[in-house]
């Protein structure tokens, strides 16, 4: 019933800047908090930058200053500007979204299919 879609992962090399984007597309009747979390080989899952409806974001410390969080509340679409990147950022990046259906009263957690970003040195 809901689609994540994530896209603009891809090879930089350090030091260089990616966009990612994310499409939410459904049933959908509202969304509150909207973000990204990534996930390096035979690491956990952490969260790298979330934005709430309301515009508010936070961001993890090893990305603060280097990654910017945004989204169009019209499309249902989040972002995330990677700059200055390295090596350590390499990892599959999920779009996350807190969704409510048409029909339902309460919010599930969808997450996104991943996208690939590599940064080599």
């Known amino acids: 019933q809901v689609q994540l879609v994530e896209s603009g992962g891809g090879l930089v090399q350090r030091g260089g800047s990616l966009r990612l984007s994310c499409a939410a597309s459904?049933?959908?009747?509202?969304?509150?908090?909207m973000g990204w979390h990534r996930q390096a080989p035979g690491k956990s899952r952490d969260m790298v930058a979330i934005?709430?409806?309301?515009?508010?974001?936070k961001y993890a410390d090893s990305v603060k200053g280097r990654f910017t969080i945004s989204r169009d509340n019209a499309k249902n679409m989040v972002y995330l500007q990677m700059n200055s990147l390295g090596p350590e950022d390499t990892a599959v990046y999920y779009c996350t979204a807190m969704i409510k259906l048409r029909g339902l009263i309460y919010y599930q957690d969808y997450w996104g299919q991943g996208t690939q970003v590599t940064v080599s040195s």
């Open positions: 459904g049933s959908i009747f509202s969304i509150t908090d």
């Open positions: 934005t709430t409806s309301d515009g508010t974001t």
